[in-house]
């Protein structure tokens, strides 16, 4: 069992930046994939970008270049640094867990692959 707890949410300008966290609890953190996703208003939940164990990333063309993942294993901590923020990046964001051995781009990508979430902080970038 993975809990899984985001922080650093708020309201930011356009052009803005903002760190979001996610702290885990419980099974082995190192040895899962860990991913953050988003949903915004009125919109089904998408893929933001995803980290490996063995530290394959992948990112949305919507974020790429703007977005950064990372993870602190000794500190059972995922990051997402956001840069450049657009009013489009509002949403809910979401990190994700992943157990298993399939860790293929699509598996992570998508939202289903996901064993446990965490209950979501908000970002709003203002115009």
């Known amino acids: 069992q993975v809990q899984l707890v985001e922080s650093g949410g708020g309201l930011v300008q356009a052009g803005g930046s903002l760190r979001l966290s996610c702290a885990a609890s419980?099974?082995?953190?190192?040895?899962?994939?860990l991913g953050w996703f988003r949903q915004a208003p009125g919109k089904e939940r998408e893929f933001v970008t995803a980290n490996t164990w063995s530290g394959s990333t992948y990112y949305a063309d919507s974020v790429k270049g703007r977005f950064t993942i990372s993870r602190d294993n000794a500190k059972n901590t995922v990051y997402l640094q956001m840069n450049s923020l657009k009013p489009e990046d509002t949403a809910v964001y979401y990190c994700?867990?992943?157990?298993?051995?399939?860790?293929?781009?699509?598996?992570?990508?998508?939202?289903?692959?996901?064993?446990?979430w965490g209950q979501g902080t908000q970002v709003t970038v203002s115009s």
């Open positions: 419980g099974r082995t953190f190192s040895s899962v994939g």
């Open positions: 994700a867990a992943k157990r298993g051995i399939n860790f293929s781009r699509a598996n992570m990508m998508s939202g289903p692959s996901y064993d446990y």
